[in-house]
């Protein structure tokens, strides 16, 4: 009998995004365990880039993963990101 995978890959992205998530939460209501909350999540979003998106929305995610440091600056690169997250996204519901 063939060896079958404890879990699927869309269990492992949403268990993933759920960590980040729930991380995220943690850090803007908790002061004192700030650097171990950040470190925590720096390992839960380099899971997330590591794992295949389950859709166009997972793209999206992992971008904006990616880029999150570089999406409010005042510099062209940073509003072209932002486009390209937009036009994602406008992808994604029409």
């Given at each position: 009998?063939?060896?079958t995978?404890?879990?699927?890959?869309?269990?492992?992205?949403?268990?993933?995004?759920?960590?980040?998530?729930?991380?995220?939460q943690?850090?803007?209501?908790?002061?004192?365990?700030?650097?171990?909350?950040?470190d925590?999540?720096?390992?839960?979003?380099?899971?997330?880039?590591?794992?295949?998106?389950?859709?166009?929305?997972?793209?999206?995610?992992?971008?904006?993963?990616?880029?999150?440091?570089?999406?409010?600056?005042?510099d062209?690169?940073?509003?072209?990101?932002?486009?390209i997250?937009?036009?994602?996204?406008?992808h994604?519901?029409?």
């Amino acid at each position: 009998m063939a060896d079958t995978p404890t879990s699927s890959a869309p269990t492992v992205w949403a268990s993933t995004t759920a960590d980040i998530d729930a991380l995220h939460q943690q850090l803007g209501s908790e002061t004192a365990n700030r650097r171990v909350l950040e470190d925590q999540l720096a390992v839960c979003e380099e899971d997330l880039l590591g794992l295949q998106a389950p859709d166009v929305s997972g793209v999206i995610r992992k971008l904006e993963v990616l880029w999150e440091q570089q999406l409010h600056g005042m510099d062209q690169a940073s509003g072209w990101k932002l486009q390209i997250l937009d036009d994602l996204r406008r992808h994604t519901t029409a």
